[in-house]
Structures are given as C-alpha cells and as structure tokens.
C-alpha cells in the first residue's frame, strides 16, 4: 500500500514496466525498424517493420485485456456491493449501470454510493470524472491493474 492519499485528481496508477519500459521499446522499435527498411529496403527489412506493428499490438493488447478483466471483476463486486447498500427496491436499478460509471463508483464510501446511485441514474452525473468528482468519502483503491 501507498503512503500517499488518493482522489479525483490523484489516482491514476502507472505501472512502471509497462509505461516506461515495454511501451516505449515497442514504439521506439516501430521507429527504428521503418527507418531501417526505408534507407535499407529490402523484404527482410520490411517484414522487420510488420514484425515491429506485431509487438507493439502485442504489448498494447496485453495491457487492453488486463483492464477488461478487470473492469468485469469490478462490475462484479459493484453488483455485489450495491445489493447489500442499497434498498431493495433500487437493487433491479443496478443493471442499468453502465461499466464505465461502476468503475467510477467503486472509489465510493457505502454512505456515498447512497446518494450518488439515483443521482447517476437519473443522468445528473454523465461520465466518470463527474461522479468522481461528486465523491465525498473518497476510498482509495491500491490494488488495480
């Protein structure tokens, strides 16, 4: 865990290795590789190039599926999470939900979620940083991808 307090404007998590180390590899090699087949030419050089867009959507992809499992465990601990916060009779509401706004949610204390559920539902909060930035009890989430 982090000493440092998270919040709206200061938790995005950077994973080092795939930020400042595997993306900038994959990008720089694109770069380099169609530099290479353009001075040098040839299809060995070109296929260096296809090879080259092949790791970069390798590293881009493999970041691209770890969010979205993530974001399906979150839905998941969401539904769960709401149905014991929330009335019964919100707990049919939960579905309508979308994704994005349950990850949004999810830095919500259970005091929050109650005020802050019928508010998204009813359009007054449109996106993220909206129902971010309605979050009074912020709870920090330090185990994200």
Known sequence: MSEKAQS???H??????FHFVATPIALLNIIIAGRHAWYVGGRY?????VFAFGFAAAVLGSRVMALA???????????????EVLPAAMH??????TVRQ???LRFASDADL?????????????????????????QADWQRA
Not at 12 to 17: H, K, M, Y
Not at 114 to 137: N, Y
């Open 8 to 10: 709206a404007s200061s």
């Open 12 to 17: 995005t998590r950077w994973f080092p290795l």
């Open 45 to 49: 050089a070109w296929w260096n190039v």
């Open 69 to 83: 499992v993530q974001d399906r465990l979150i839905r998941l601990e969401m539904r769960l999470r709401m149905r």
């Open 92 to 97: 049919a509401d939960i579905f309508r939900l």
């Open 102 to 104: 349950m990850v949004a």
């Open 114 to 138: 109650l005020d802050l559920v019928p508010r998204v539902l009813k359009g007054e909060l449109a996106d993220q940083k909206d129902i971010k930035g309605a979050i009074k009890d912020w």
